[in-house]
């Protein structure tokens, strides 16, 4: 199955972890009730939302990741959810409370910034890999 989008950058696996990896589950339409924006590779349990942006930027460190945006970055704080015991999330984009205009033909860039342990136990920050997409009327 070919992906939907573009990779944008590549995920930073710790402590021994599989990497995250976010994917859209079809093209992206505006306004489509149905699509939504999947990660694996999560660690059971753990707490993350999307954030998007319409500039891919180099790979910023943050915490124990890169995130691969470039400001403005839009939180989409209906996204803050648990991963499920098998370590994925599945999220709808919240078409009704999007922070920002998403118009047909804009290309947008998204990653999961998700909590994760390292070596010993520590809390930290995380991202997934990232995915660009534009979106279709």
């Known amino acids: 199955e070919t992906p939907i989008g573009r990779a944008c950058c590549d995920p930073t696996p710790i402590a021994g972890g599989t990497p995250a990896f976010l994917d859209v589950d079809r093209i992206p339409v505006l306004g489509d009730p149905d699509l939504r924006l999947e990660v694996t590779g999560?660690?059971?349990g753990a707490f993350g939302y999307l954030v998007m942006s319409p500039f891919v930027g180099a790979g910023q460190?943050?915490?124990a990741g890169h995130l691969c945006m470039d400001a403005p970055y839009y939180r989409l704080a209906?996204?803050?959810v648990a991963?499920?015991?098998s370590g994925q999330v599945s999220v709808g984009?919240?078409?009704g409370s999007m922070p920002v205009?998403?118009?047909p033909g804009s290309t947008w860039a998204f990653q999961r910034w998700h909590r994760?342990?390292?070596a010993g136990g520590a809390s930290t920050t995380n991202f997934s890999s990232g995915r660009e997409v534009v979106f279709q009327l």
């Open 42 to 44: 999560l660690e059971p």
């Open 61 to 63: 460190v943050v915490g």
């Open 78 to 80: 209906s996204s803050i």
């Open 83 to 85: 991963a499920d015991p």
């Open 93 to 95: 984009l919240p078409w």
């Open 101 to 103: 205009l998403v118009a």
């Open 116 to 118: 994760a342990r390292v």
